[in-house]
């Protein structure tokens, strides 16, 4: 049931209908606290709730609801550092994504040295972890800043 709230807030994310993506995501974040309460111990449930506060903070940050997006962002995080001890590979690749959008939030705010810090250790994550589509990305970013 998780996964189709978390498919349908990305379906309204692509269509850009933010407020229904917004209570897809939420009702996929009420299972999903559900199954680690249930499964503690469980790292891809961790991860699955990270990856839908990531995608919550994006529809935040395209309807131009900043702070919040960066607020969800920062619980992502949280959320990932629970699990990075014993899934670094999966921790590396949501804080990768994380400090990407961060990158896009802060250079659309204007603040362009947080944007640069950002994108550089989205950068290096990236590169490290061999995800080289997101590598030319970020170089992208960094390019306009």
Known sequence: ???????????????KQYNKSEDAYNNAIIIRERMITDNP????Y??????VYGNLGITFFHAGQNQ????TWNKAIHIAGDFSK???????EIYALLQ????????????????????????LISTKIGRMNW???????????
């Open 41 to 44: 111990i469980s790292t891809t």
């Open 1 to 15: 049931m998780a996964v189709s709230f978390q498919n349908l807030g990305d379906h309204y994310l692509r269509i």
């Open 46 to 51: 961790k991860r699955a709730l990270a990856s």
């Open 100 to 123: 990407y959008n961060y990158g896009e939030l802060y250079n659309s705010t204007g603040r362009h040295k947080e944007a640069k810090a950002a994108f550089k250790k989205a950068l």
């Open 68 to 71: 919040k997006a960066e607020d």
């Open 86 to 92: 014993e899934d670094p590979a999966a921790w590396q």
């Open 135 to 145: 590598v030319e990305m970020i170089k992208e970013s960094l390019k306009k800043l």
